[in-house]
């Protein structure tokens, strides 16, 4: 399993901080830009991230030494990863990510909300040992399953 | 005693994000057809965690007890 891969997500923007970013709780702390995505191919994906995060948890904390942030990388449940919301897939990274096609023009955060996107982003692992995506492209996208619709 | 059958907290906790989700995406404009394959996805969710099942290999499939039916 290649864990360097990077993470594709489609789906519906259910929640979006890119461009104007999630301020931050914490003084002193960088704003972040967070997405959070509605898959449209129900939970599998939620699965099929889970294990690449196990699968890369465990390359990382085999290869700490190799990697000056993560030497002190801790292997336990202490802190929880930051994947998921409910029945949303989460990204947030510090960097804002970039949009593609009609959705460059999009001026708030708001006119988002609903737009079908490929997310595309890598799995982020913590010196804590929890993990999260980093997101640096949003991508408009065609639906996969546009022939799920009983009437059309 | 585990019940063999039904939804769980957190299937339910899962149903209700999507519901939540799916309404907010109807305030902000999707179109009809982005809304049924939603409500599709949602209804093969709730069928199948009842079973206990999962999520089929081919969403478009819904049976738990054959794979297809000719």
């Known amino acids: 399993m290649n864990t360097s891969k990077p993470v594709r997500v489609k789906g519906w923007i259910a929640d979006s901080y890119v461009l104007e970013p999630f301020p931050s709780v914490i003084q002193g702390m960088e704003e972040k830009f967070v997405l959070k995505i509605h898959p449209e191919g129900g939970t599998y994906i939620f699965d099929l991230i889970e294990e690449r995060v196990t699968q890369k948890k465990l390359e990382a904390f085999e290869n700490r030494f190799e990697d000056p942030l993560l030497r002190e990388m801790e292997y336990t449940n202490r802190y929880q990863d930051r994947l998921f919301d409910g029945a949303k897939i989460v990204f947030e990274t510090l960097r804002k990510p970039s949009l593609t096609g009609n959705l460059k023009r999009v001026q708030h955060d708001e006119e988002l909300i609903g737009k079908f996107v490929e997310a595309v982003g890598h799995i982020q692992i913590l010196k804590g040992g929890n993990a999260f995506l980093s997101v640096h492209l949003i991508d408009e996208a065609a639906r996969s399953y546009e022939d799920l619709d009983p009437f059309k | ?70």
Not at chain 2, 23 to 29: A, D, N, R, S, V
């Open chain 2, 1 to 70: 005693m585990k019940q063999a059958k039904g939804l769980t907290l957190s299937d339910q906790n899962f149903i209700n994000s999507t519901c939540r989700s799916i309404f907010k995406f109807e305030k902000h404009g999707v179109n009809d057809s982005e809304l049924r394959q939603q409500i599709y996805m949602l209804g093969l969710y709730n069928y199948r965690q009842f079973h206990k099942v999962g999520t089929p290999k081919d969403i478009r499939n819904p049976r738990i007890l054959e794979e297809t039916l000719v």
